[in-house]
């Protein structure tokens, strides 16, 4: 059974940092490109970034572009996002998921969730 | 990277039909065939139900439908049955390693 589970979350002042984790199993997990998807309280859903199976290329929103970091280490099955001078606006559940091979960036697995608040 | 445009609220019977639009522009929606069409319950994770414009995962019931037409695609769910009351969302590859969301859209069974 393929399962992603997200940890890391937590409240942090506005130009603080955090590191989310997400914790692949049932999958080939270095056979696959990640992504993380965020949903601030009550809207939809805005995609983060991405990573190759190997880690050799990352791609970022612009909403996060210089702020954020995306990595993976496969001997370990793990998905980072390392984040940076957080403001307000990047309050949200944060989201892991797989990303299909060949499917413009579709998800079939999605763990549950971490949420990060960035208040003072 | 603006979002897709998605009606904020549909409905429809048990039994009937309803389809929810996701109109972007020729750099998303329109320029590829990679539209993925998500079913969020409150409180849990996005589920994949049509990707490719149309293709369905396994497990995803033949109710659950997608096409495109020129930079909108569109969902459709018939015979409509209480449990697929929820958000769906939309999202299309916008080029240049980008990916867009549609803002979502609640689905009311009356």
Not at chain 1, 78 to 97: G, H, K, P
Not at chain 2, 11 to 37: E, K
Request: aromatic share 10%; proline share 4%; charged share 15%.
């Amino acid at each position: 059974e393929v399962q992603l589970l997200e940890s890391g979350g937590g409240l942090v002042q506005p130009g603080g940092s955090l590191r989310l984790s997400c914790t692949a199993s049932g999958f080939t997990f270095s056979s696959y490109a990640m992504t993380w998807v965020r949903q601030a309280p009550g809207k939809g859903l805005e995609w983060v970034s991405a990573i190759s199976g190997s880690g050799g290329n990352t791609y970022y929103a612009d909403s996060v572009k210089g702020r954020f970091t995306i990595s993976r280490d496969n001997s370990k099955n793990t998905l980072y996002l390392q984040m940076n001078s957080l403001r307000t606006e990047d309050t949200a559940i944060f989201y892991c998921a797989n990303v299909v091979t060949g499917t413009g960036w579709a998800s079939d697995y999605w763990g549950q969730g971490t949420l990060v608040t960035v208040s003072s | 990277q603006s979002a897709l445009t998605q009606p904020p609220s549909a409905s429809g019977s048990p039994g009937q039909s309803v389809t929810i639009s996701c109109t972007g522009t020729s750099s998303d929606v329109g320029g590829y065939n990679y539209v993925s069409w998500y079913q969020q319950h409150p409180g849990k994770a996005p589920k994949l139900m049509i990707y490719q414009v149309s293709k369905r995962p396994s497990g995803v019931p033949d109710r659950f439908s997608g096409s495109k037409s020129g930079n909108t695609a569109s969902l459709t769910v018939s015979g409509l049955q209480a449990e697929d009351e929820a958000d769906y969302f939309c999202s299309s590859y916008a080029g240049r390693n980008n990916l867009v969301f549609g803002g979502g859209t609640k689905l009311t069974v009356l």
